[in-house]
């Protein structure tokens, strides 16, 4: 559409540009006259009608489906999508522990050695902190549970004694090495049900979401 497709032509009062009747004057409705219905080419499309897709089976389909019976005035639309962001990752986790409750590690615990394997230097609690999204005292808790076990070790700061240095003992990098080969061939059996595109589409969707919401939340903290 032109910058000037639907505005009325210079003198033209009645707006009917170039359409049948122009220069005829607009028959007003009359008292009592009903407004006629929109044309179905010009209505709002409904997104869930339009829809091509298979009807949904998963669970919060059934979910969705029910809100709308009971409050057809709401749009359901995020709940579509957060509710099944929750439902994957709910999932996900309870399959993934396996491998570290064999190992005898909790998720938490797993991510801070992670933090300390990647990084690949020694880290502060508080740098362990940020890493695994938890807090100081939750950390601290963890890291006296793991050194206890001889899988982290700490060596103080020279200059501040109050301060702890953190890294992996030869214990603790093997069994972070032995497991994420065996979390990664899982992680990847559950994807395979989608080929190669749509996991970088799906990717690339979860990786703008997560940009946007981590920016909003860094924005609301005091």
């Not at 080969?181 to 992680?187: F, I």
Request: neutral net charge; hydrophobic residues 35%.
């Amino acid at each position: 559409m032109t910058a000037t497709q639907g505005r009325p032509a210079a003198g033209d009062e009645t707006g009917g540009g170039t359409a049948a009747g122009a220069g005829e004057p607009r028959e007003r409705p009359e008292a009592g006259d009903t407004p006629s219905a929109p044309h179905p080419a010009t209505a709002a499309p409904d997104r869930h009608a339009l829809s091509d897709a298979p009807a949904r089976t998963d669970t919060v389909a059934g979910v969705v489906r029910q809100w709308r019976a009971v409050r057809p005035d709401l749009d359901t639309g995020p709940m579509e999508i957060i509710g099944r962001v929750n439902r994957c990752a709910a999932l996900l986790q309870q399959a993934e522990d396996a491998p570290l409750r064999r190992a005898g590690l909790s998720r938490p615990e797993f991510d801070l050695l992670g933090a300390l394997r990647r990084t690949g230097h020694e880290l502060t609690p508080g740098d362990l902190a940020r890493e695994t999204f938890s807090s100081g005292a939750a950390v601290t808790k963890r890291v006296k549970q793991l050194t206890e076990r001889g899988l982290v070790e700490r060596r103080g700061d020279t200059r501040d004694r109050r301060v702890a240095h953190l890294r992996l003992t030869d214990a603790g990098r093997e069994l972070v090495d032995g497991i994420l080969p065996e979390q990664l061939a899982y992680e990847s059996a559950v994807l395979s049900a989608l080929d190669g595109g749509r996991q970088d589409e799906l990717a690339d969707l979860l990786g703008e979401l997560l940009s946007r919401l981590e920016g909003r939340m860094r924005t609301l903290r005091p």
